[in-house]
């Protein structure tokens, strides 16, 4: 009992970096693109991105590219001038994938967990595939970008995955109405949904190994929810049987030092409110959901769609983890106020 009271007040502190974050979500991308790039110029649009390279050069604000292009070469609209302005934008800056602040906070998260400590910290320089301000000064005044060539092939995969990940989330909320689950409920659910995964994949590669066939799938799909977080529990000094530290990890799972921890926080809430709700779950939905999971908690202003904004706001993440939500008609003022220094 005294250890579960622990578990209640353990607190997780964000450190958030002294310069201002803002991120932009793909279709503010396109938008932006489409505005600067057609034949009669929005005057608007362009001041708004001369703001912005002002502010990048200046070392006052990071915009940071992150998967953004995904969503915009599944739209086949241009791709080219997208990746330009980005470039220009972040100025060679990109938050690491989803899954390394996944990876990371897990990593924390079981360190706490098995020191029983009261007090977490995440440092905002995770999130980043190395430090964003000193990539800045070293890309003065050329921003060298190397893509590999993405082909239809690549593009199409991409798509298929996203698709069936919002069929399988679409699954899901057909199921919740049907059983007028609340979504108290099903927040409950899916605290415990990386359980339920886990004991599923088992269940099929034990199947798989019993008819003799290739489980390669699942053992990949294991590997992030078993694999590397029973390196950590043996790394930070967890009871050190395969058994032991298999049922360990699995109390760590069931504890507040997981279910609290950003990512997990945010993605569970953002797929209960979705699941109880009437709209349908679409591709865009499962990009969108892993990525706002991963960065609000880092970024100072977000600007995203007025759908996931409602539900942000409704769900009073924005104010948790102190990240204003703004409109793309806004994002003028806000860059001429930062540019006044205010």
Request: aromatic share 10%.
């Amino acid at each position: 009992m005294a250890e579960q009271l622990y578990i209640i007040l353990m607190e997780i502190k964000i450190d958030k970096p002294n310069t201002t974050v803002i991120w932009l979500d793909s279709w503010v991308i396109i938008e932006l693109t489409r505005k600067i790039k057609q034949r009669v110029v929005d005057k608007k649009s362009q001041a708004l991105f001369e703001n912005l390279l002002k502010l990048r050069n200046g070392l006052k604000i990071l915009c940071p590219e992150s998967e953004q292009l995904t969503e915009v070469e599944a739209g086949y609209r241009l791709v080219e001038e997208a990746k330009e302005l980005l470039s220009q934008v972040s100025g060679g800056v990109r938050f690491g994938p989803p899954e390394l602040a996944e990876e990371q906070q897990i990593q924390k998260g079981i360190k706490a967990y098995l020191a029983k400590t009261s007090e977490l910290t995440l440092d905002w320089s995770a999130c980043f595939l190395e430090n964003p301000i000193e990539e800045l000064k070293r890309n003065k005044p050329f921003i060298i970008r190397v893509d590999f060539p993405t082909t239809e092939k690549d593009i199409k995969e991409r798509k298929k995955f996203y698709k069936e990940l919002a069929e399988e989330l679409e699954k899901e909320r057909i199921a919740a109405l049907e059983m007028k689950q609340t979504f108290e409920t099903r927040l409950q659910i899916e605290k415990q949904g990386i359980l339920q995964a886990i004991n599923a994949l088992i269940a099929k590669y034990l199947e798989k190994t019993m008819r003799g066939e290739n489980t390669f799938n699942e053992s990949i799909k294991l590997l992030p929810l078993i694999g590397s977080p029973l390196s950590y529990w043996k790394h930070f000094g967890g009871r050190d049987t395969d058994l032991g530290r298999l049922k360990g990890l699995f109390g760590f799972y069931k504890s507040e030092y997981f279910t609290n921890l950003p990512y997990f926080h945010i993605i569970a809430h953002l797929h209960a409110v979705k699941e109880t709700g009437q709209e349908v779950i679409k591709p865009s939905d499962a990009l969108d959901i892993k990525q706002i999971s991963a960065y609000l908690p880092f970024c100072h202003y977000m600007v995203i769609d007025k759908a996931m904004t409602d539900k942000l706001r409704k769900l009073k993440l924005d104010t948790k983890y102190k990240t204003n939500l703004i409109k793309f008609g806004d994002l003028n003022a806000l860059t001429d106020s930062l540019l006044k220094g205010k």
